[in-house]
Nanobody
Framework: QVQLGESGGGLVQAGGSLRLSCAAS????????MGWFRQAPGKEREFVAT????????TYADSVKGRFTISRDNAKNTVNLQMNSLKPEDTAVYYC???????????????WGQGTQVTVSS
């Protein structure tokens, strides 16, 4: 089992940057695929990015490709999401998640953090 906690959210102007971090407890962090998802008010939770156990493979949603970068440090039990060129439509609660499968499907992830709010003003 793993417990996850996000940090780094906040208010930023359009075009700005934020770096989200997710800290994981437990000694099995490197055995999990990690993902970032987001949920805006009134919308369903949507996939943002995922990274393989070793960090060698990543996948991004088309809406963030070229602007966001996911990375992980297995020695520090952390996964990060660097977000550049932010847009108002990126406003959402961002969640990190851990699972067994390298997938974009949120229902395939087993463990979730509490979320961190990102607000991008125009």
């Amino acid at each position: 089992q793993v417990q996850l906690g996000e940090s780094g959210g906040g208010l930023v102007q359009a075009g700005g940057s934020l770096r989200l971090s997710c800290a994981a407890s437990g000694r099995t962090f490197s055995s999990y695929v990690m993902g970032w998802f987001r949920q805006a008010p009134g919308k369903e939770r949507e996939f943002v990015a995922t990274i393989s156990r070793s960090g060698g493979s990543t996948t991004y949603a088309d809406s963030v490709k070229g602007r966001f970068t996911i990375s992980r440090d297995n020695a520090k039990n952390t996964v990060n999401l660097q977000m550049n060129s932010l847009k108002p439509e990126d406003t959402a609660v961002y969640y990190c998640a851990a699972g067994e499968l390298f997938t974009t499907l949120h229902d395939q992830y087993d463990y979730w953090g509490q979320g961190t709010q990102v607000t991008v003003s125009s």
